[in-house]
């Protein structure tokens, strides 16, 4: 399958479990991948083919910029279900949400990876 790929989009966020991720906020980094037949824009060099990423990215951004949520689970689950339900041409999506997690010592980033594909009628 096609793929059109958003890396590094990054938003300020507020979310997490500890009172002070949720006070003083952080970035969270997206990353998707989203799968569709390409093969018409391919031709025809027409937007209205394809898919326009940048409906992903303002989701994104809604998502990470909107109400508070615990887990970067649900962050991704609700980017990925949105994009799905909002995009048909979209078979299926990947979202990957990350942050650098509040631990002692050195970690690079905390991430959650998920697919989601549209269901079948």
Do not use: C, W
Not at 46 to 66: C, M, P, W
Not at 101 to 109: A, D, I
Request: proline residues 3%.
């Amino acid at each position: 399958m096609d793929r059109i790929v958003l890396e590094g989009v990054a938003f300020i966020g507020r979310h997490g479990v500890l009172e002070k991720e949720r006070r003083i906020g952080r970035r969270f980094a997206v990353d998707l991948e989203l799968e569709l037949d390409l093969a018409e824009a391919g031709r025809t060099d027409n937007l209205q083919d394809t898919f326009d990423y940048s409906h992903a990215h303002a989701i994104a951004r809604q998502v990470i910029e909107g109400k508070p949520v615990n887990l970067l689970e649900t962050l991704a689950a609700k980017i990925a279900d949105r994009l799905l339900a909002e995009h048909p041409k979209l078979e299926a999506v990947s979202v990957k949400v990350s942050k650098h997690p509040p631990l002692e010592g050195s970690v690079k980033l905390a991430a959650v990876l998920i697919r989601r594909t549209r269901k079948k009628e």
